[in-house]
């Protein structure tokens, strides 16, 4: 496999959990949002697997490695914000957390892009 197809790969998966993330951040931010949503438990389960460095999920293992690599968010936060999101207790802290799981996402999703590029050259 070439490195453009793996990277191919890991911008695919961070494009959709980035794309997870900020529609679970619409959806809360709504003032009628009372019930939690499917998504909003999807990206739960995710941030309990990345904290927990799910192994038998490839998706969920790669993106836990890239964020050990930044040491912006650590495993309790986002452990706490998995369980906030699947019982729609969510906070200013946990939305906190939420928006900067987002960012570190769209961050490596720019690192990986210029990968890719960088490979085709």
Do not use: H, P, W
């Not at 009372?34 to 999920?57: H, Y």
């Amino acid at each position: 496999m070439s490195d453009t197809s793996l990277y191919s790969g890991l911008y695919k998966t961070i494009d959709e959990y980035s794309s997870l993330v900020d529609r679970v951040l619409l959806s809360i931010s709504e003032d009628n949002a009372s019930s939690v949503t499917d998504e909003q438990k999807r990206l739960g389960s995710f941030l309990l697997g990345i904290a927990q460095s799910d192994t038998d999920n490839l998706s969920t293992y790669m993106i836990s490695q890239l964020l050990n690599e930044t040491d912006e968010l650590d495993d309790l936060d986002l452990a706490a914000a998995g369980r906030a999101l699947q019982k729609g207790e969510i906070d200013t802290e946990i939305r906190r957390t939420i928006e900067q799981f987002a960012t570190v996402l769209d961050r490596e999703r720019t690192k990986v892009m210029a990968r890719i590029r960088g490979n085709r050259r």
